[in-house]
């Protein structure tokens, strides 16, 4: 089974969950998704992270949507395990370990706030998740409260040798990846895989300080795809270019609160969500929020061919 | 099957969930501590708690401590039933109420803030659980960085009417209980059994202000017995006697961070446990805290005779 | 003297307070600047606002920067007071009203949870300045911690004669300008000017939604003043074409924790400041970090001919 | 001027600012208090802590408080200067120490998160208020959100020689004490005198932990004196007993939010001040609690003679 390693690269796509409107898991509607994410190019998958409203589902409900994505698709898919304890977590990391996933997120708790007790809770996931499970730490102080300095993030990659990939999401966060680069460089730390994540808002810079592509879940992979390319062929401009073109919507869509259900409308106008349902708790999208989303979809459509959608 | 009403009084024990020095489940020890707080008079049990350790045990185990309690015991037992999404709190709530258990207890994710979104969650909490289930409110500010106003409460309880008991742990909260016995009695708001958290730090007056008891794991629950009953009797200097000969062991072990470890350190001093172990992540107690609980013990033995310990 | 009234409109531009290298306020810079923010056609000033460095401003020099500021230009000018207590946010308050100013700031401090805090801070706050006093409500969770609901807004609204302005940077809040609007439609609130904040980053749709007009300050207020009048004149693609030119940019200048450094960076490089030093404590921009900013000032230079730069 | 050094122990009593009924400092109260407080035999006071109401102050009764202070007593006099940013956290504390100031205290924003961003604000605040001003860290993680584990104070300890004294009042904070005595006999770092607040709650177990002592503000300062000699001449049941006779008040005065409404209403009812107003934001104390408050003042004074009260 393909595992992720500290030179992965490329676009894992995070995949939501789909519901129908009675609040059911979709599968149908998800493996549409799937194909469709295959087509874009994109690198790798991750599902059950928190915009695949993880921790709305049941364990049982859990295992079989990463069962499902797991039958359907040769792509490597990472799979977030974050729980509130280390023994739920590590049950499900056995089952999806064995069910053939490339690797496990883990997200911190709000609670930690030193940089003792973040490196100290890395290494109790890290051993409750086991020692051959590639381990990404996921950096996300905007969302859960927690800071990570570069030299956290080192001492966690040398203390943990399971810790293979950094989900890149501080903001501002572009130095970080330079000062982590260089740490590297002067062997300070071993060499992560860097994927970036929020929303993709600053991926035409973060890929030129060093990333080496993006974990996020923009409704059109195809631009994080692009973009991850373009800058490795050193075509600069081209990929400001795209990337320009679909800022707009991007931003729309990095909303705290409603992003997910943008990114669901999207979807379903995308031909690939029958209902972009989500479970409660959730906020639902206005008419007045629709329409403007369509309005960029509209714009969009003029400078990316790739926008096609159905009624 | 008894189940707990707005009426309920008395004092519901939160229970530990002891584990042996390998982290497994210790139903003996558990047992063992079923019978101990039927001796004492306590009017209930609380399970799968924060103090419970709820949040590091897998589904099944959850399941499988409810069913072991439920059978072992005819005192009504409340079972905590949070989680971070609607789903999981539903199939455990529907599992533990099919097996017997008085009601469930829901405490707020901490990233609600205002009034509406309060509301709003335990409205769909009520929702998730079923309008049968009786349902337990937790007001704990200082812990979950939530906090209901008592006109929030009163909106709770006029518009969930399965929401029949507060667990009341707000700090400072004396003129809460006031300012909420004020309401009902105005017709502003439904009664709701009131019982009060905070280790017991302030039991002595809550009962006094018209708390109808307490819920908490405090290692003595019989003192808590008896302050509830003296109080209910009158018999206000009595009560105050007692409760200020345990205070100086309830202050100790009402520290946040260690104070799950001192607690299970004193039932392991009573015969109660087998091992004080807690599952990760967890403090453990210096030598340096274990003698300064032995030395409070020592110091209590000589103000209240039910203070037996083994070596 | 012009004071900020409900029907208020327009472009407020948040000054930046010039410093020299040594930390010294730089008044020649400021005189600068002022004459440029005349020159753009924005409606008014703030100043003292937290992207001004008002907290690490001596009192004195405080009302020394508002005295300058007020001497230079007939524009309205908001002070931000904002302060721990009452007493020193009446002294300060006070001082700027006798010299001029056009209304007073407040955003509330980080310990409001409820709705009955919030709103009983903002009567505080209303009568600590003085009921002829035009105020300012700031509502910015993402930076105070303060959720502030419409129905809250409403109720201060209400309550407060004084407060006649919304500084509306919640996020998402596309939907809040709609839900206020209808409120006062709907007379259960009296009309507040709402001038949005957050860098920008929404006002594209902002200005569509009813508000009238945006407070902060971003490096271009050109754009700011060009977007609020072409969405009145309905040029919807127009405004669209010309905020999509400059959003790469806001975007970039948008990001917490060095969004300060970058405009006081482009300020300089615009000809405006001497130097673009903060007080401490702030972060200083990477020399990578500049040239990104370079390189999005170029871009932007070949879509909007105002982008003239010195070395 | 005495100032305090790595040595010093015993008691710093926190003052509160006594107001008149309308606001006003009430400077005849601020004398009596300061009599009393050297009656009581304590080592120092501390002034404008949050305790004293400081950010309600102006900058101009700050120092005027400050200055009869120093004016009235021998006793070194701590002052806290904790300001949002350095520039008035500076020029209060140059003030404060031309007048005769013992040393300044200063608490962390409440934004710092990392070990790093803690070391370097300190390295900022000590550059601020001067190399040769005595520095007290406060370490208060229940108020300020800011955690510090020992290694961080031992980096503060070692990079800043004007860091002599540690404010102690993390929670639970017992082994903290332990563990910095031991890196401070490991030559880890230099000796700091560690005094500890948290009203006092822990302070009979902290003093046999090796603090030096306390700085808290409980109405009643002879017993942080008594528990400070007791301990220090080796009596520790006579030390516990008469912490344990003051523990239920000590309990009930140390609840956040209505603390130092409880304090000063103590300290009028001991006769020293003549009200017990404080300046809004405040709460105010209920009959209810006020009867509380008489209840334990009446036990109290059965086991200690001192608790003398005017009607």
């Not at 690797?103 to 490196?119: E, K, W």
């Not at 992560?192 to 600053?202: D, K, P």
Request: aromatic share 6%.
């Amino acid at each position: 089974m393909a595992v992720v390693t500290r030179e992965t690269s490329g676009v894992f796509a995070i995949a939501p969950t789909p519901f129908d409107d009675r609040g059911d898991i979709d599968y149908s509607s998800l493996g549409r998704l799937i194909d469709f994410y295959e087509r874009t190019g994109v690198t790798g998958l991750t599902v059950l992270g928190q915009l695949g409203e993880a921790p709305k589902l049941s364990h049982t409900e859990s295992v079989s949507v990463v069962s499902y994505v797991l039958g359907k698709t040769t792509l490597p898919v990472v799979v977030g395990v974050s729980a509130p304890g280390f023994a739920p977590m590590r049950s499900l990391a056995q089952e999806v370990m064995a069910a053939g996933a490339a690797g496990v997120m883990v997200a911190p708790p709000n609670t930690l706030r030193t940089d003792d007790q973040i490196v100290s809770y890395y290494q109790g996931a890290a051993a409750a998740v086991g020692p051959e499970t590639p381990l990404v730490l996921q950096d996300y102080p905007l969302s859960f409260s927690v800071v990570m300095t570069p030299s956290v993030i080192a001492r966690i990659a040398r203390d943990i040798p399971s810790c293979v990939m950094l989900k890149h999401e501080d903001w501002p966060g572009l130095d970080k990846i330079t000062t982590l680069r260089h740490l590297e460089a002067n062997q300070d730390m071993p060499r992560l895989s860097i994927l970036c994540g929020n929303g993709g808002l600053f991926l035409d810079f973060e890929t030129e300080r060093g990333a080496d592509g993006a974990m996020t879940g923009y409704c059109f992979p195809e631009l994080l795809v692009d973009v991850v390319a373009r800058t490795a062929a050193g075509r600069r401009e081209d990929s400001h270019d795209l990337f320009d073109a679909h800022l707009p919507l991007l931003r729309y869509e990095q909303q705290p609160g409603i992003g997910l259900a943008v990114r669901k409308y999207v979807f379903k106008r995308r031909g690939l969500l029958a209902s972009d349902a989500q479970r409660a708790p959730s906020g639902v999208l206005s008419e007045h929020t629709r329409s403007e989303v369509d309005y960029l979809l509209e714009r969009l459509a003029r400078r990316d061919p790739r926008v096609v959608l159905v009624a």
